[in-house]
């Protein structure tokens, strides 16, 4: 794009104001094109955002990094509904709660990782992604005894290079396509519209555990889902078995050909 710019700057004084005009459209039309957006979107390293589903199977998520007010709250919520959602958690999170981790699992919850520190991923070398994982997931494995296989990058920040990293050592790395958005202190009427309207099947919706209204909401958006018709599994049961592939929006499809 700076080249067709630059050239665009020399001969400026050779093209006429319609000519100069047409081919600045005609540039960004290039560069913009969907089937080249679309070359180089395929050619990324994508973690799942949602499953390609046959079913109106959705999960719900909730990341954990700092406070515990309400994850007693949330798995009562959870519990009566016969719920079980999927919850990542940051490694000084077990650290400091190890007896809410205990009450995760006793409850059938399924535990993701969320790295050990909440940290910027895509900023750390390979060996440093590689002991973010690690050491969380052993504080995980140390108190539940299950192999920890999700991980949710924090801030939602990744590249190529912690997604390939995270998926070599046997993790799937897991985003959204379902934001809340209750970590912005939403009202719980916000919090509910935001979810019910964007939630498809095989969407992965995204909470957290000490959000200010996300209690309040939480309900009404169980008994919607359920209502509609969906089935609400955690994050193992919603992606797919056997070989896969990610599209260029970060859903998880059957391998091509299976």
């Not at 100069?20 to 973690?47: C, K």
């Not at 995270?166 to 509910?192: C, F, H, R």
Request: aromatic share 8%; glycine share 8%; proline share 4%.
């Amino acid at each position: 794009m700076n080249k067709f710019k630059s050239m665009l700057m020399r001969h400026r004084k050779l093209l006429g104001p319609t000519a100069l005009a047409l081919a600045v459209v005609a540039i960004f039309w290039v560069v913009n094109s969907p089937a080249i957006v679309g070359v180089s979107a395929s050619s990324r390293e994508l973690p799942i955002y949602c499953v390609q589903r046959d079913n109106k199977a959705v999960s719900l998520t909730f990341d954990a990094a700092w406070g515990n007010e309400d994850t007693q709250t949330l798995i009562d919520i959870l519990g009566k509904y016969g719920v079980k959602a999927t919850f990542f958690l940051v490694g000084e999170w077990v650290d400091k709660y190890p007896e809410s981790v205990q009450a995760l699992y006793d409850a059938g919850m399924e535990i993701g990782n969320h790295s050990d520190t909440h940290p910027h991923m895509a900023k750390l070398s390979e060996k440093q992604i590689i002991d973010e994982v690690s050491l969380c997931s052993g504080k995980i494995e140390n108190i539940t005894g299950d192999e920890v296989k999700l991980f949710r990058c924090p801030y939602g920040e990744y590249d190529d290079e912690v997604v390939r990293t995270v998926k070599n050592m046997g993790v799937y790395p897991i985003q959204w396509d379902v934001d809340s958005l209750d970590w912005k202190d939403l009202s719980a009427a916000e919090i509910t519209k935001r979810v019910t309207s964007k939630v498809a099947g095989g969407s992965i919706i995204l909470f957290h555990n000490a959000a200010k209204h996300t209690p309040e909401a939480l309900p009404g958006i169980i008994e919607y889902l359920l209502s509609e018709g969906y089935q609400i599994v955690p994050v193992s049961e919603l992606l797919l078995d056997g070989e896969y592939d990610i599209d260029n929006t970060g859903r998880m499809t059957a391998a091509a050909g299976k």
